[in-house]
């Protein structure tokens, strides 16, 4: 875990997508197609160990890697926490069949400690459910962003509401947008993202 520093991502990244970008401002992609998200936040590259701690973690069952992988989130906390009144924190929604792949809400492990540090509400998961669809990542970019359309269902009141998701991964932004857009379409009003790890330090869109 020493050399996990080399992973805190660079501060020069789009503010909406987490690309790099010169002096942090809105990348060129998304001026030209803004995406639903309204921040993204990543902690960490997508590189080793993460990589395969999160791997155990998910695909192999280590629950109890949870601890480290709760500690390295807040090790690195996004600067809008400190702007925003949010409403309620979501965890990245899985599918029912996911679900029982994985044994346990991964996600949600993720997005406790985040609710106790900063003391906002949890949103309840059972109030969106999300379609199964094939997994984001056994797509290319152009299919993972049609995979997702209309695979959330929120039930209940969101308008007028802030929100900040979790999720442990993001590539393209492709669920984050979904969720945001489904969101935003029953009325909710600023939807910020924060994922544990995202693209590594080639990715170019
Ligand atoms: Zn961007």
């Excluded at 987490?18 to 002096?23: G, K, V």
């Excluded at 809105?26 to 921040?39: A, E, F, L, S, T």
């Excluded at 990245?92 to 029982?100: D, G, H, V």
């Excluded at 442990?168 to 939807?191: H, M, P, R, Y």
Aim: with cysteine.
């Amino acid at each position: 875990m020493a050399d996990i520093s080399r992973l805190v991502m660079s501060h020069n990244v789009c503010p909406l997508c987490a690309t790099l970008s010169i002096d942090g401002e809105v990348c060129g992609r998304c001026q030209k197609n803004p995406p639903y998200i309204d921040r993204l936040w990543v902690s960490y590259y997508y590189e080793e160990p993460i990589k395969t701690l999160l791997h155990h973690w998910k695909f192999r069952g280590q629950v109890d890697l949870s601890h480290c992988l709760q500690h390295l989130l807040l090790m690195r906390t996004p600067s809008f926490l400190l702007e925003n009144n949010f409403d309620a924190v979501i965890a990245m929604p899985m599918s029912s069949k996911r679900l029982l792949e994985h044994g346990f809400h991964h996600t949600l492990e993720l997005t406790y400690p985040v609710v106790k540090q900063q003391q906002i509400n949890l949103f309840n998961v059972s109030h969106i459910t999300r379609e199964h669809r094939i997994a984001q990542s056994q797509l290319k970019r152009k299919e993972r962003l049609s995979n997702l359309k209309n695979c959330f269902a929120v039930h209940t009141e969101v308008e007028g509401k802030n929100f900040l998701l979790i999720d442990d991964v993001v590539t393209t932004g492709a669920s984050f947008n979904e969720l945001a857009k489904t969101l935003k379409k029953q009325g909710a009003i600023k939807i910020y993202a924060w994922a544990l790890a995202g693209q590594n330090r080639q990715f170019k869109h």
